[in-house]
Structure formats: structure tokens, C-alpha cells
């Protein structure tokens, strides 16, 4: 793999636009290790490809295997650009230390080489309270080691990391009656040591009721997050995390027919959840208002290293107004050095 984060310097007198630049791509990447853009090419701004195509064709990658042959491998990757910048950032899912720096990219290309972590089928309810003692900033959670066989049995848990105190427990008995649906390489069922991570969020209701696979797939993002399957705890946990707005939109009234199109703000998350907008030249006051209103009435968590640490972020919040007062909120996040 490359370092996660690789820069793409642009043209001289050619700058990210106002509207920012957010593209989730992907590579081909040959049994030699030659990638190649894959899918949704025609995204790529014109001004951006020639520097991408240039980059790629200098870039390799040690090739993917499998039962000890090199094979062909799809890997996701994304491509984050501020508003007045000379350069592009590319993120790639694992760093060139194998360490995971994106969960969620990491999974897709899992998912993309016909890998398929275990699923929760049913997962029994439990209890957790807070206490006064508690931070607020970062949410306590229990991450257990599982072994699972070919039939999504599960053989042994161990717990590696726990935050919630005797409550662990009742939630390590809950994992014990689980159901959970098998691994599979290819299509076919395969068994796997890996990690489950049960986090405790205050705006999640306790006793929580069974979750099973049919709510689990239409739920909102802290329901699902709840209760999951780690692909791997070498790097990053978990991203920063929206606590409020769930499910995506927000209400802005004042958006009503006054914005239409997507823009990409910067935004900065640090280890004490504290979000800041970055500089927002060339936007109008009314967008203005309406970031700092969004800021205003959400908050988050801040993204969690394997080690339980806090971790500063970047990237871009994307806001999509189709003239309603809703509008569609989406995160890109950059981890910093």
C-alpha cells in the first residue's frame, strides 16, 4: 500500500474551486502491483485528471494475494480538496505502515475483493447507565476478541478493552447469546478471529431493545454503530462521530429556495469534540450563517485511535440544498499527522 495520505499538487494558476472537491474513486490494481482508475472516472474534474493519471502511473502497490498467488485487487480510495488550495489529498484506507486510517474505506474494500465480515443477526438487549464521572466528549465502550466458525457459531470471547466498568459483564453474557451470520472469502463460509466493538452512547436508549439484521440495515448510524464488526484494531477505532443529526439532513429554513447543488466546507473536529469551519472565502453571509447554525445545534465524538485516545480531524462537511428547508449533511474526514 502507499502512505495513506498522498498529496496532488495542481497545476500553476489552477485551485480547488469554491464548492470544494469530495470524490470517492477506485483502483484496479494489477497482479504486478499497476493500478489504474476503475468506476466512476468520469467524476474526475478535467482539470484534476492529467495530475491524476501522472501520479498513478509513478504509483505501486504491492499486489493482493490470495491462497499464496498475486491477485487482482479494487482498492477505494478518496480525494479531498479545500476551497483556494493548490492541492488535492488523497486518503487511501491503510497506511504504508498497515495500520487502518479509514474503518469505512477499509470495509468497502473488503466488501469490493469479495471479502464479507460477520454479520449481527440478533443481538440481545442490554443495560448500561452513565454516571456523573462520565466525559461526555468521549463515549465509553467495550471491544471483545471473537472467534466464530464456519456457521457464524461463536467459539470464544475475550474482552480486549473495556470503558464500561461492571456493566461488561452483562454485555460480554449478550455476545455470548448472539447470532451472528458467518465470514465468507469468495462466497464461501469461512471462520475468523476479529473484533466486536459495543458502544455506549448517551443519546441511545438503555435497556436497548434486540437488534436484529432487519433493523440493523435500516437504522441510523449511531444504531448501527452501537453493536459492529471491526475488520481490524491495528489503526483507527472509529471516525468522528455526528451526535445529533443521525440520519443525514438538517432543517435550515432559511435554505428554502434560496441554495440548490452540493458545496464542501473545511472542517476541523479536535480530541475535545470541539468543530470549527475553516476559512470560507467567496461564500456568501447567508451560507455563512447557515454553516455556523448547523455547527451550532450539532456536536461530536471525536474519532478513537486503537489505544482509546482522542484524535484531532479534518476534512470537509458537504452540503446538498434541493430548495426545501432539509438539508443533506455528509463528513469526509482527513486524520492529521
Request: with cysteine.
Amino acid at each position: 500500500m502507499p502512505p495513506q495520505r498522498i498529496y496532488l499538487p495542481l497545476p500553476r494558476r489552477t485551485n480547488v474551486g469554491n464548492e470544494g472537491v469530495d470524490l470517492r474513486l477506485r483502483l484496479l490494481v494489477d497482479t504486478e502491483g499497476m493500478p489504474r482508475l476503475y468506476d466512476n472516472t468520469d467524476t474526475v474534474p478535467p482539470e484534476i485528471r492529467p495530475v491524476l493519471d501522472s501520479l498513478l502511473s509513478a504509483t505501486r502497490f504491492l499486489p493482493g494475494s490470495f491462497d499464496n498467488q498475486p491477485v487482482v485487487q479494487v482498492i477505494p480510495f478518496k480525494i479531498l480538496g479545500f476551497s483556494g488550495q493548490h492541492t488535492l489529498q488523497l486518503a487511501f484506507p491503510v497506511a504504508a505502515d498497515t495500520t487502518v486510517k479509514d474503518p469505512f474505506l477499509y470495509g468497502e474494500a473488503l466488501r469490493l475483493n469479495e471479502v464479507e465480515m460477520p454479520r449481527i443477526r440478533e443481538f440481545p438487549s442490554y443495560f448500561f447507565q452513565f454516571l456523573p464521572d462520565d466525559s461526555s466528549k468521549v463515549y465509553p465502550y467495550l471491544l471483545v476478541r471473537v472467534t466464530l466458525d464456519s456457521t457464524g457459531r461463536l467459539v470464544e470471547a475475550e474482552t480486549i478493552h473495556n470503558s464500561a466498568r461492571s456493566f461488561a459483564d452483562q454485555i460480554l453474557t449478550a455476545v455470548n447469546w448472539a447470532r451472528f451470520r458467518p465470514a465468507s472469502v469468495r462466497g464461501e463460509a469461512t471462520p475468523v478471529t476479529t473484533w466486536l466493538m459495543i458502544s455506549f452512547f448517551p443519546e441511545v436508549s438503555y435497556p436497548t431493545s434486540v437488534l436484529t439484521a432487519k433493523d440493523w440495515s435500516a437504522a441510523p448510524l449511531r444504531e448501527r454503530l452501537r453493536v459492529h464488526f471491526l475488520p481490524d484494531t491495528t489503526g483507527l477505532l472509529m471516525p468522528p462521530l455526528p451526535r445529533y443529526h443521525q440520519k443525514g439532513f438538517i432543517r435550515l429554513a432559511k435554505a428554502k429556495n434560496r441554495f440548490y447543488g452540493t458545496v464542501h466546507l473545511p472542517l476541523a473536529i479536535d480530541s475535545n469534540w470541539v468543530a470549527t469551519l475553516g476559512r470560507l472565502r467567496g461564500r456568501s453571509d447567508l451560507l455563512r450563517r447557515m454553516c455556523r447554525e448547523l455547527l451550532s445545534r450539532e456536536r461530536f465524538y471525536p474519532a478513537l485511535a486503537a489505544d482509546s485516545r482522542p484524535v484531532p480531524f479534518r476534512g470537509l462537511i458537504g452540503m446538498t440544498f434541493d430548495g426545501s428547508e432539509n438539508v443533506r449533511v455528509a463528513y469526509s474526514w482527513l486524520p492529521r499527522r
